[in-house]
C-alpha cells in the first residue's frame, strides 16, 4: 500500500532563516505531487504541483520554491523566511490527473 | 466570489443523530467531488470520492451530489464523538491538475 511521509512535523524559525521540508511517496511510481498550505480556519491553497523529476509548477508566486529530485520526492524551501510564511504546509500526491489526492500529516512551521 | 462555498460552522449535534454536511460551487466544469476528514494538527484523510451526479454510500458515510443545483452534501449516520473533526469539500474537473476545496465545516459531536 501507498504511504506518504512527511517532515519534520512541527518547526519554529526566525525572521531570514532557510527552509527546507520534505516530503516522500512509497508504493507507487511517478506520482504527481503536491505542496499546500492550509492557514487557520481557511481552505487550502495549492502552492506547487509536479508530474514528474525536475517539473515544477508554481500556483502562486511567492517566497517559496519546490524541486523534485527523485520520483518520490518533493521538496519545499525558502531562502529567507517572512512572518507571513507561517501555516500547515502538506504535502499530497495522486496517481493521476483527476484523482483524489492523499495527504501527508503535515508540517506546523512557526516563523517568529 | 469563491469557486466552492463551505459553512463553517460549528455545528453540534448529539450522539447517535444524522449528520447533514454540504457544499455549493460555480464552476459548472466540476465533475468529480471528494470529501476529506481533518482531525486536529492531521492532515486531511479522504473519506469519499465520487464522479458525476448521484449518490454513493460507504458504511454510514453517503456522498450525494447534484449537478444541476451545483450542490453536493455528505451524510453521517449515527454519528459518534470519533466523528468529530473538520469535514472539506473539494473538486475538479478533467485537464485541472488540482483540486479546490471548500474552506470547511467544523462538526462537534457531543457524547
Known amino acids: 500500500s501507498q504511504t506518504i511521509h512527511q517532515w519534520p512535523a512541527t518547526l519554529v524559525q526566525p525572521v531570514g532563516s532557510p527552509l527546507s521540508l520534505e516530503c516522500t511517496v512509497e508504493?507507487?511510481?511517478?506520482?504527481?505531487l503536491y505542496w499546500y498550505r492550509q492557514a487557520a480556519g481557511r481552505g487550502l491553497q495549492l502552492l506547487f504541483y509536479s508530474v514528474g523529476i525536475g517539473q515544477i509548477s508554481s500556483e502562486v508566486p511567492q517566497n517559496l520554491s519546490a524541486s523534485r529530485p527523485q520520483d518520490r520526492q518533493f521538496i519545499l524551501s525558502s531562502k529567507k523566511l517572512l512572518l507571513s510564511d507561517s501555516g500547515f504546509y502538506l504535502c499530497?500526491?495522486?496517481?493521476?490527473?483527476?484523482?483524489?489526492?492523499?495527504f501527508g500529516n503535515g508540517t506546523r512551521l512557526t516563523v517568529t | 466570489q469563491k469557486e466552492v462555498e463551505q459553512d463553517p460552522g460549528p455545528l453540534s449535534v448529539p450522539e447517535g443523530a444524522i449528520v447533514s454536511l454540504n457544499c455549493t460551487y460555480s464552476?459548472?466544469?466540476?465533475?468529480?467531488f471528494m470529501w476529506y476528514r481533518q482531525y486536529s494538527r492531521k492532515g486531511p484523510e479522504l473519506l469519499m470520492y465520487?464522479?458525476?451526479?448521484g449518490n454513493k454510500e460507504d458504511g454510514r458515510f453517503t456522498a450525494q451530489v447534484d449537478k444541476s443545483s451545483k450542490y453536493i452534501s455528505l451524510f453521517i449516520r449515527d454519528s459518534q464523538p470519533s466523528d468529530s473533526a473538520t469535514y472539506l469539500c473539494a473538486m475538479s474537473h478533467a485537464g485541472r491538475r488540482a483540486l479546490t476545496f471548500g474552506s470547511g465545516t467544523r462538526l462537534q459531536v457531543q457524547p
Open positions: 508504493g507507487t511510481s511517478n506520482p504527481n
Open positions: 465520487t464522479y458525476s451526479s
Open positions: 464552476n459548472s466544469a466540476f465533475q468529480y
Open positions: 499530497a500526491w495522486s496517481d493521476q490527473e483527476d484523482s483524489p489526492l492523499h
